[in-house]
């Protein structure tokens, strides 16, 4: 995590991964995140991609940069590379082909679509949420304000409310994290 404290406030920058097999969409959800933009002939990633966006969280500036790993398995060695220091982590698949990797392992699940744009800002902004609280809770809980933080250990705790509940019973997920 970076975190700096100027005249506008903290400013946070996040990493994220995404990870999954290949042409499962992770291209297609980080253009429409990040740029809106969508197109159905999207080109095989080939090792990783970034981009980022920012995001106004409780008055703070939030940048999340977003990285996209190739799904070749060929790749996989540096994915795993690229998910080191990352503070969370998407998780997408195909539901048509695969079990809920959520339901089996007890994840926050949420079913989107690059096509028809479902769900994909939230998906995103519920990850990036998540991890500022996380990281704002143990900044405020430290002993000094400006104590630096292992990037390897801050967890995502997804706390299920009603509405959490009923999204996880009304369908599966392409993206979890």
Same mark, same amino acid.
């Given at each position: 995590?970076?975190?700096?404290?100027?005249?506008?406030?903290?400013?946070?920058?996040?990493?994220?991964?995404?990870?999954?097999?290949?042409?499962?969409?992770?291209?297609?959800?980080?253009?429409?995140?990040?740029?809106?933009?969508?197109?159905?002939?999207?080109?095989?990633?080939?090792?990783?991609?970034?981009?980022?966006?920012?995001?106004?969280?409780?008055?703070?500036?939030?940048?999340?940069?977003?990285? =996209?790993?190739?799904?070749?398995?060929?790749?996989? *060695? +540096?994915? !795993?590379?690229?998910?080191?220091?990352? #503070?969370? &982590?998407?998780?997408?698949?195909?539901?048509?082909?695969?079990?809920?990797?959520?339901?089996? =392992?007890?994840?926050?699940?949420?079913?989107?679509? *690059? +096509?028809? !744009?479902?769900?994909?800002?939230?998906? #995103?902004? &519920?990850?990036?949420?998540?991890?500022?609280?996380?990281?704002?809770?143990?900044?405020?809980?430290?002993?000094?304000?400006?104590?630096?933080?292992?990037?390897?250990?801050?967890?995502?705790?997804?706390?299920?409310?009603?509405?959490?509940?009923?999204?996880?019973?009304?369908?599966?997920?392409?993206?979890?994290?």
């Amino acid at each position: 995590m970076t975190s700096s404290s100027d005249d506008e406030g903290e400013k946070y920058l996040f990493k994220i991964v995404i990870i999954g097999d290949s042409a499962v969409g992770k291209s297609n959800l980080l253009s429409l995140y990040a740029r809106n933009e969508f197109s159905l002939h999207t080109k095989a990633t080939i090792r990783v991609e970034f981009q980022t966006k920012t995001r106004d969280i409780d008055g703070k500036e939030v940048k999340a940069q977003i990285w =996209e790993t190739a799904g070749q398995e060929k790749f996989r *060695a +540096v994915t !795993s590379a690229y998910c080191r220091g990352s #503070f969370g &982590v998407l998780v997408v698949y195909d539901i048509s082909r695969t079990i809920h990797i959520s339901e089996s =392992e007890g994840m926050f699940f949420m079913e989107t679509s *690059a +096509v028809d !744009s479902t769900n994909v800002e939230k998906a #995103f902004d &519920v990850v990036i949420h998540d991890i500022y609280n996380n990281v704002s809770r143990k900044v405020l809980n430290s002993d000094s304000y400006k104590a630096q933080l292992s990037l390897n250990r801050v967890s995502l705790d997804h706390v299920h409310d009603d509405t959490d509940q009923s999204e996880q019973k009304g369908g599966s997920s392409c993206c979890s994290s």
